[in-house]
């Protein structure tokens, strides 16, 4: 699962293209993963498909903090000075922590941040996907096609930062029907490039599910769609005598 940060591309300021990529370049992942995950995660790249899955994209280049570079892109966007303010939660892991990270490190880059944290209650039908930067957490999915189907197609109802890309929208139909493996991998593998390169919905670190049970239960193993067999443990486990 991941949690990410988004920057609406339908409204100010995230309607310049600019401020996207100061905001990508002024994600602390290695220290999410070291200090808020204790570990339990792994750096993202902005895209959701994890290094692991067969159909990464791996000649995206790792964006890695670099201030004086989200400075430059903070200056072509006019906004030296600023005060943006970003959205944040209780019970999304690592948004609260994500905000004030970001706020810290953007001070170099010449623009300010205001971390408002708002109730847990109400924060998914009132804020997100409405907030101009804000955050959001999304569970794993069995598919790709799901996942860009539910979060990014231009059409979607959960398209988190209103980004719009007729020919992303073109490669996930067309992708559905491919059966040459490798020409579907290099269609996911524009989709990923086109998503890196203009999407609104940055994404820092994957966050690791971790399950702990007792050594009498039996037929629990790991799952790919989330935490406890993707919550279905209880048609798997049993306890021994």
Known sequence: MYTNLIVRTDVKPGSNEDFVLAMKYLQPREMLVKTVLQGYGDVSNDTPVPPWHPLYNADLKLRLLYVEKAKLHIKKAGMTGSTVEIITTPNIEGANEGGQLIQQVARGAGINF???????????????????????????????????????????????????????????IAARGERDQAKRKQMYGDMQTLIYDHCGTIIPTFISSTDGYNKKVKGVEAWPSGMMMGYRFHEFAWLTA
């Open 114 to 172: 205001k971390v408002r944290r708002v109730p847990y209650d109400g924060y998914w039908s009132l804020h997100w996907t409405k907030d101009p930067v804000g955050y959001g957490s999304i569970n794993p999915s069995p598919t790709l096609d799901m996942l860009f189907s539910q979060f990014y197609l231009s059409s979607a109802p959960n398209n988190e930062s209103g980004w719009k890309n007729a020919q992303f929208d073109q490669l996930v």
